[in-house]
């Protein structure tokens, strides 16, 4: 995106008749540079997390598989029963 909007303004310089090149690495470097000097953040909210005398939150530990129960090893229930047991009842008017 950054090579597009380079190419835009070549283009657009050249159309006026003008040369003006805008180098993006060196903009980068330089704000690279420049974040170097910017001080310190300052504490936003709350306690120092680095102080040993912070009240935290209690840690808990809840399982992912908390309602797994293990279903084998089950004996199988005979085909038939199981397939009579989810077919639809035939209708009685017919």
Same mark, same amino acid.
Do not use: E
């Given at each position: %995106?950054?090579? $597009?909007? =380079? #190419?835009?303004? #070549? !283009? !657009?310089?050249?159309?006026? =008749?003008? +040369?003006?090149?805008? +180098?993006?690495? $060196?903009?980068?470097?330089?704000? $690279?540079?420049l974040? =170097?000097? %910017?001080?310190? #953040?300052?504490? $936003? !909210? =709350?306690?120092?997390? !680095?102080?040993?005398?912070t009240?935290?939150?209690?840690?808990?530990y809840?399982?992912?598989?908390?309602?797994?129960?293990?279903?084998?090893?089950?004996?199988? #229930?005979?085909?038939?029963?199981?397939?009579?047991?989810?077919?639809?009842?035939?209708?009685?008017?017919?």
């Amino acid at each position: %995106m950054l090579t $597009l909007s =380079g #190419a835009k303004s #070549a !283009a !657009a310089s050249a159309a006026r =008749g003008r +040369h003006f090149s805008f +180098h993006w690495p $060196l903009l980068a470097a330089i704000a $690279l540079a420049l974040s =170097g000097c %910017m001080p310190a #953040a300052t504490q $936003l !909210a =709350g306690a120092d997390p !680095a102080d040993p005398a912070t009240k935290v939150a209690p840690v808990g530990y809840r399982p992912t598989v908390a309602p797994y129960t293990s279903l084998r090893p089950a004996t199988p #229930a005979p085909w038939r029963d199981r397939n009579d047991a989810v077919t639809p009842q035939p209708k009685q008017d017919r």
